[in-house]
């Protein structure tokens, strides 16, 4: 019975040293998952922690101008020793704490800017940037009454329109078919006409003086003209503007368009681009500035948009695009998908109106114009 008893102990005996065993290693097997999934939420959290970033305004959003926007960020740590707000690089506000600043945009022009926001704390440097969109009002809106209409060539794919003293000048494009023209307005007929070189497609004109100024598109450079007898008297290079689209003239200098949301700026005796300045609208900016007209201290600019007849009215000292005219209805007279847009303004000074017509159109239209 005595042998018995004490193998039945020593086999308790070993049964109890293998559990115990086993147990060791399920502890070493839990304490190092614990351990992992602990470095991990410490790594997750110095990565949450360690990340600055803006909280307002939203990245890539829109501002208008004379907002006051404030800035607020998201600190990892708030025990900072400074925090250096700028605008395009340029310093706005100082601050020794985490709370909010406010960033005036009425110091600032049209477009998009980048703020930024470095923090210095501990020793070490962090940055945060966000992109913003400083946009305008948005543009009134306005009507056109139509008060006459005209006969028009549909052979003129029509690219600058200009009415000087009871003559209308007229510049078409197409390679080989560039033309500039004459017209009488009252019969549609072409008085004078004057081919362009066979290698240039004509573009925008303006008439300032004697002379005839005429845009290419892709040659990279206009021309000037006796408007007499549409003799070539220069011709000049285009500058940062690439193309020539529509070509104006306020009085003191030459403002042209090359398609973009871009006015460039030209010297009134040499044709060098002096400057420019971007063209916006409460959405961003506005592209495809096409035939323009300078008319009373703004521009107004044909765009061109296959899908729908509208000219904008432009302040050519911000940029802002101060009011719309939408066209649609105006001309449907088997209108083609393409190559039949809206393009070419004049305006009569004596009347305060409107000449307007586009690319292969029947009829010249004569509009008023008034606010909805």
């Not at 290693?25 to 360690?50: E, P």
Request: proline content about 3%.
């Amino acid at each position: 019975m005595l042998a018995s008893e004490d193998g039945k102990e020593l086999w308790v005996l070993k049964w109890s040293i293998l559990e115990i065993k086993h147990m060791y290693r399920r502890l070493n097997l839990v304490a190092g998952m614990l351990a992992i999934l602990s470095a991990g939420m410490v790594i997750g959290c110095k990565t949450q922690q360690g990340k600055l970033e803006f909280v307002s305004p939203g990245n890539e959003s829109r501002i208008l101008k004379g907002e006051k926007v404030e800035v607020r960020l998201k600190f990892p740590n708030p025990l900072v020793d400074s925090v250096v707000y700028s605008v395009d690089g340029d310093v706005f506000e100082r601050k020794t704490d985490t709370t909010a600043v406010v960033f005036d945009s009425d110091t600032h022009g049209y477009g998009n800017i980048r703020l930024s926001a470095k923090v210095y704390a501990q020793g070490k440097e962090d940055i945060a940037y966000r992109e913003v969109t400083v946009v305008p009002p948005a543009a009134r809106t306005y009507a056109f009454e139509v008060i006459g209409t005209f006969p028009h060539d549909q052979g003129a794919f029509t690219q600058g329109l200009y009415w000087d003293q009871g003559n209308l000048f007229e510049t078409t494009g197409q390679m080989g078919e560039s033309t500039l023209r004459k017209v009488d307005l009252s019969t549609g007929k072409v008085l004078q006409k004057a081919d362009m070189a066979s290698d240039e497609f004509g573009e925008g004109m303006t008439v300032v003086g004697d002379k005839m100024y005429v845009l290419t598109w892709q040659n990279n450079k206009g021309h000037v003209y006796d408007k007499n007898s549409f003799r070539l008297l220069k011709s000049f290079e285009y500058q940062n503007s690439k193309e020539g689209w529509g070509l104006t003239h306020d009085g003191k200098r030459f403002i042209k368009s090359d398609g973009s949301n871009k006015l460039y700026f030209l010297d009134p005796a040499t044709l060098a681009e002096t400057g420019s300045i971007s063209v916006f609208d409460e959405n961003g900016p506005v592209d495809s500035l096409n035939e323009l007209e300078y008319i009373e201290g703004k521009v107004y600019a044909n765009l061109y948009y296959g899908d729908r007849d509208e000219v904008v009215i432009i302040d050519p000292l911000s940029g802002a695009v101060e009011g719309r005219i939408n066209f649609v209805g105006l001309y449907s007279e088997n209108r083609a998908p393409y190559d039949n847009e809206m393009n070419g303004i004049a305006y009569k000074a004596d009347s305060g109106t409107l000449l307007v017509t586009g690319k292969h159109w029947t009829k010249i239209f004569e509009v008023r114009i008034n606010e909805r």
